[in-house]
């Protein structure tokens, strides 16, 4: 059940250039199963292990949008959280994620234009030390101002 805190994001005031947030995960064979399903994308480098030992990867990945969600948990719960409205995201996939990988999502304020509602964060999707996604997003903010 939510509480009224729950559903309370930030508002563009409460934002500052520097401050962050982040969501880790651990994604399992049924994360990659299901993403598949509700995806459509059934590519066999996520779901045939005989296929995928035959690429660059030498195995099965998870799909790179499946980790590129986690960022939009980031956005959506946490920084600015509940209120903002994704506006842009560019995305660069820089590493496979496979099941068993524990995946930290973090976003990075970079900009703030407060008469605009609009906040611009680094994005980043990292397993351990190494980074997988790179991106930047855009947000639109809720303002006190209304």
Wanted: proline share 4%; glycine share 10%.
């Amino acid at each position: 059940m939510s509480t009224a805190d729950d559903l309370a994001g930030l508002f563009v005031e409460d934002l500052a250039i520097g401050q962050s947030a982040s969501y880790a995960k651990t994604v399992t064979e049924a994360d990659i199963v299901l993403f598949a399903g509700v995806s459509g994308d059934t590519n066999p480098v996520h779901l045939n292990q005989e296929f995928a030992a035959r690429t660059m990867f030498k195995g099965r990945i998870a799909h790179g949008m499946l980790s590129a969600g986690f960022i939009s948990t980031v956005l959506g719960t946490k920084l600015p959280g509940p209120g903002a409205i994704y506006l842009s995201q560019s995305l660069k996939f820089k590493a496979p994620v496979r099941a068993g990988d524990t995946v930290v999502a973090r976003a990075v304020v970079t900009a703030i234009v407060p008469d605009k509602r609009r906040v611009t964060l680094t994005t980043t999707c990292q397993v351990g030390d190494t980074v997988v996604i790179e991106g930047e997003a855009v947000v639109m903010v809720p303002s006190r101002a209304g």
